[in-house]
């Protein structure tokens, strides 16, 4: 083939042409100069970045015949041979293909053999970290101490992967990634070369695009003059890499920041009918809001191209709300992945991030349902909630909260009395309460009904003390002595999830996925789904654990500890839902009587004696209207055949 890629083309020939390593070409050419030449390298580092260039400049700067300042001439019979692959020592092997212990062993043979041609054997493994751990243990005794005519040159992107005892052999050189002014230039000195035309804002999008390494940047050059060889435009660039128009990208983020909602889902439904990668979207539309905001803070700047736009658009957004813009779109990142529907994921994240109000809004909502909820039936007048026959309702019962020091009763435990005498059954129910049934209670007399229900003893609570002890919902509540209750937090949820995004908006990203579980001995348990325990183990460190507590201390004016746990898993529960579900502390089953009994016997399947313990006087059975016939002596005088087994 006659044509040769821009990369092999223009790979760099000398120290000097290598671009954005300085560190490592001055090292080397100082090293070559003194004769420092150890007898194993190890060059590390991301793609592109110049590792195997580096490696052949090394083998043919210690070839060279009239080396100059470090750097090989070029000129001479090694450096020709070199520089055109047709020397004999210099020996490039890839450790991805010849990763075995049989490859190793025959290195070993041949290294002890004199060069051919040059004056060192050099041996460039490529991908080095490929080898096997067998064939590294085989090469180790060699690479320590090779014959004197041997440098191994070792290349590899994961050093990580590379055994420690090689790595302590070996001299290390981190090749970083390339800059973007060093990329730029590089390309347009090479354009220039080529006589090729590109614009500068073409050459910034490449640059980017590359990530630091020149080998991709040199290829995507190479690929956008066969697509536009007349010149080489931004939008030539992103038609040919996939990426996203300049203005479109400016008018979705003056729409996020904007809050026009109708241009969001028109410009993601051109995505997608264009074949877009909603990604590669998503990652410039962060690259645009990054130039935004350090544009803001540093106004001396050099404006760039995505400025521009953005400005034509109109007034720019307070860094704030860029800064809060580029944290829920990180978390999008994220979400589309591994989504099913990436579209749907998108769509709702965006949608979510142009309207903040949103969270604030929906927590309205729910507030006014539960207090519709709570509401008394019928309707309402100046004088309170009447029924439909006219005659006034008992107000709800209002639970009080318990507190750590003294636990309250509920009022129709207060209003019992002490001891109550025993209770006969009424015999009429009054016309006036056709709505307040009165009914025995077989459950331990009128004041002990089970799980919280209405008794006969309750008497009407006052409306008036109704409205004072109902919690405003504008504000936190703090209960008297120092005890807040689960359905405190849980109506303040919102306004401390609020609190939270002001001070701190990753703790905000990983609270906001937990729902609040139970309250028990100061101790606030909160609840993560399966798929969200990565934010469970992020709510547990103590820097976002810590901020959540000092909220709830401003808030709620006592020291609440938080705790986390997966669904389903959360033993703990609050006082006051035990309470509410809670029997009386002196409730007793009501007793069977037994069917036959001597006096002072056992009663049948081991029951206490009736004299042995009385029945509550409180207890109050079905009305004794007609106990029946006695049969007690009926049978009396009577045999009874027993029969053997």
């Given at each position: 083939m006659s044509y040769t890629a821009l990369y092999r083309k223009f790979r760099p020939g000398d120290f000097r042409e290598l671009v954005g390593q300085a560190h490592i070409s001055k090292t080397l050419q100082h090293a070559l100069e003194t004769g420092?030449?150890?007898?194993?390298?190890?060059?590390?580092?991301?793609?592109?970045?110049?590792?195997?260039?580096?490696a052949k400049i090394l083998a043919q700067a210690v070839n060279c015949l009239h080396l100059q300042n470090g750097e090989p001439c070029?000129?001479?019979?090694?450096?020709?041979?070199?520089?055109?692959?047709?020397?004999?020592?210099?020996?490039?092997i890839d450790a991805a293909s010849n990763r075995g212990i049989d490859e190793i062993r025959d290195l070993r043979e041949r290294v002890r053999y004199a060069p051919a041609q040059e004056k060192f054997k050099v041996y460039i493994i490529d991908e080095v970290h490929m080898l096997t751990n067998e064939a590294f243990n085989a090469l180790l005794k060699t690479l320590e101490e090779p014959p004197a005519h041997v440098i191994f040159i070792l290349a590899t992107t994961e050093a990580h992967k590379i055994p420690l005892t090689v790595l302590s052999r070996c001299q290390r050189f981190d090749f970083r990634r390339i800059s973007l002014v060093d990329i730029s230039l590089r390309l347009k000195e090479v354009a220039e070369k080529e006589h090729i035309a590109i614009t500068q804002e073409a050459v910034e999008a490449i640059a980017k695009k590359a990530e630091g390494g020149l080998r991709d940047a040199m290829s995507l050059l190479d690929q956008c003059v066969s697509f536009a060889p007349d010149e080489v435009?931004?939008?030539?660039?992103?038609?040919?890499?996939?990426?996203?128009?300049?203005d479109f990208i400016a008018g979705m983020a003056a729409a996020l920041?904007?809050?026009?909602?109708?241009?969001?889902?028109e410009g993601i439904e051109q995505l997608v009918s264009q074949g877009k990668d909603l990604r590669q979207f998503l990652q410039d539309l962060l690259e645009h809001f990054r130039s935004l905001a350090l544009f803001q803070l540093m106004p001396d700047s050099q404006k760039n191209a995505a400025v521009d736009r953005a400005l034509q658009q109109g007034a720019l957004p307070d860094n704030g709300v860029i800064l809060s813009l580029m944290q829920m779109l990180g978390e999008v990142d994220y979400r589309l992945r591994n989504a099913v529907q990436p579209r749907?994921?998108?769509?709702?994240?965006?949608?979510?991030a142009a309207m903040p109000q949103a969270e604030a809004v929906s927590a309205a909502s729910a507030a006014v349902s539960a207090a519709k909820a709570a509401a008394p039936v019928g309707p309402v007048g100046p004088a309170g909630p009447v029924d439909a026959v006219g005659a006034e309702k008992p107000a709800p019962l209002v639970k009080q909260p318990?507190?750590?020091?003294?636990?309250?009763?509920?009022?129709?435990?207060?209003?019992?009395?002490?001891?109550p005498g025993p209770k006969t059954a009424p015999k009429k129910e009054p016309a006036a309460k056709a709505n307040w049934v009165e009914e025995d209670v077989p459950w331990g007399g009128a004041d002990e009904a089970p799980f919280g229900a209405a008794k006969q003893a309750v008497k009407p609570v006052a409306k008036a003390a109704v409205k004072a002890e109902k919690p405003a919902q504008s504000k936190p509540s703090v209960v008297p002595?120092?005890?807040?209750?689960?359905?405190?937090?849980?109506?303040?949820?919102?306004?401390?999830?609020?609190?939270?995004?002001?001070q701190q908006v990753t703790t905000y990203a990983f609270l906001r996925e937990g729902t609040v579980a139970a309250l028990a001995d100061g101790v606030l348990w909160l609840s993560f789904s399966d798929k969200y325990k990565i934010h469970m183990e992020a709510m547990l460190q103590p820097k976002h654990k810590e901020k959540v507590e000092a909220i709830l201390a401003q808030l709620f004016g006592t020291g609440l500890t938080v705790q986390c746990g997966l669904e389903g898993s959360i033993a703990a529960v609050s006082h006051q839902e035990q309470a509410d579900t809670a029997l009386p502390d002196d409730w007793l089953p009501p007793e069977e009587p037994p069917l036959t009994a001597d006096e002072g016997g056992e009663a049948p399947w081991g029951a206490p004696k009736h004299k042995e313990k009385a029945i509550d006087p409180g207890f109050t059975s079905e009305p004794e209207e007609d106990d029946g016939p006695d049969w007690s002596q009926a049978f009396d005088g009577l045999e009874v055949e027993e029969f053997d087994d």
């Open positions: 420092r030449i150890v007898h194993a390298y190890l060059f590390c580092g991301p793609r592109g970045t110049g590792k195997t260039s580096t070029g000129e001479c019979e090694a450096c020709k041979r070199i520089k055109e692959g047709q020397s004999l020592d210099i020996m490039e435009t931004a939008e030539t660039v992103a038609m040919v890499l996939g990426a996203m128009d300049g920041y904007q809050q026009n909602l109708s241009f969001i889902l749907i994921v998108l769509e709702l994240s965006l949608l979510k318990a507190t750590p020091a003294k636990e309250e009763l509920p009022p129709w435990e207060t209003a019992a009395p002490a001891k002595g120092g005890a807040v209750t689960l359905e405190t937090v849980k109506a303040q949820w919102q306004n401390i999830l609020t609190e939270v995004r002001k």
